[in-house]
């Protein structure tokens, strides 16, 4: 996994929290459910992009519109698609941004990013707001893991071996930031689908 720590100016941080703010205004954060029992999330999520990832009873998916509004997903603002090719290159086209945002007692559990239909473009994930530990296992959920501390401008890439790792986020820790208004975390994950 490559860690980019502090990659993005305190600038470009407020630059994404405004197009966040007017993704959010279009497509609503809505809460993702666990597939069959439909315990809820405790993050909330939204999307840009041709795609978006949902989960709800039916399952783990990508669609083209969001489960609520039923509306497309706004397009990925252009000042991502730039970061996405700095790092990633012209070889990749980002087809969907997720959009999680994490209260202070949200996280997310140990997982793979394996819904998409190919793995060897990276995932790129952008941390804004409050810092979070972040947990990075192997490629098998029983392998070990390490944690450490993401901040905000933080960008990571799974890539190459990487790219199917297990992760989570373990949890946020309130006020050490002041991008956001209130204390929380958001955090941006830009994938190809297809
Ligand atoms: O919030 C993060 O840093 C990780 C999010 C994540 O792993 C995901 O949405 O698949
Ligand atoms: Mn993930």
Redesign the pocket.
């Known amino acids: 996994m490559r860690h980019l720590p502090k990659y993005l100016s305190l600038e470009e941080q407020n630059q994404l929290l405004e197009m966040i703010r007017e993704i959010t205004s279009d497509a609503p954060l809505f809460i993702p459910t666990m597939p069959r029992w439909g315990t809820a999330f405790s993050?909330r999520?939204t999307n840009c992009g041709d795609y978006g990832?949902v989960a709800d009873k039916s399952g783990y998916r990508y669609q083209s519109f969001h489960p609520d509004t039923k509306k497309p997903w706004p397009k990925i603002p252009t000042q991502l698609l730039d970061i996405w090719h700095d790092l990633v290159g012209e070889q990749w086209r980002a087809e969907a941004c997720?959009i999680?945002y994490?209260a202070p007692n949200a996280k997310?559990g140990l997982?793979q990013?394996n819904d998409e239909a190919n793995f060897d473009a990276p995932?790129l994930?952008i941390?804004l707001g409050d810092d979070?530990i972040?947990r990075l296992g192997g490629l098998k959920r029983s392998d070990p893991t390490q944690s450490f501390t993401?901040n905000s401008g933080d960008i990571?890439l799974l890539e190459k071996e990487s790219r199917l790792k297990f992760?989570?986020?373990d949890r946020i820790k309130p006020n050490t930031s002041m991008l956001l208004s209130k204390p929380g975390?958001l955090?941006l994950?830009m994938r190809v689908v297809n």
Do not use: A, E, K, Q
């Open positions: 993050v999520m990832w997720l999680n994490y997310m997982h990013d995932v994930s941390s979070c972040f993401l990571i992760h989570g986020v975390r955090n994950t």
